[in-house]
């Protein structure tokens, strides 16, 4: 619009406070994200464990997810899938016990030890309308894997 200064002149009293033109606000996130994380306890896994998660609020959460190598040979492969969206995310690598490994939907990021690390698949979301079945499989000759999951619950 070139005429700012006159894209109000036809208006009249009453029409004073109406636009003649329309605007759309789209907002990719939630309204609101909580400030804490709920945390899903540790988990311990041999050799593959499934977590059921039901998300409170009404926006899919963001899963952050820590899984702590305690003892380990031949760890190559740690793979979650959420089984109700379908989504899985795998990090390939070689791993040794003491290895922390998190699953940052938050950031986007998979961290090995700290250190951002290749990875393949999808993040992981968690859908508020249904419960969510967390799968975790690790691949190795044998393993002991801690696991912990935590989100922070979101709302639109």
Known sequence: VRNWDRIFDGRKKEDVATSPFRLEFLCYEPFGVAHDYTTIGTVTEIPSQNVNILP?????????????????????????????????????????????????????????????????????????????LIT???????????LTLRYKPSFH
């Open 56 to 132: 409170s609020g009404t926006a899919p959460a963001k899963l952050v997810a820590y899984a702590i190598v305690s003892e380990g040979t031949g760890v190559s492969t740690i793979t979650l899938t959420n089984n109700a969206t379908g989504e899985s995310i795998a990090i390939t690598d070689t791993i040794y016990a003491g290895d922390v490994i998190e699953f940052n939907t938050e950031e986007l990021t998979v961290y090995k030890n700290g250190v951002a690390s290749d990875y393949d698949g999808a993040f992981l979301f968690l859908d508020p309308s249904q419960n969510n």
């Open 136 to 146: 975790v499989d690790v691949q190795s000759t044998s393993h002991k894997v801690n």
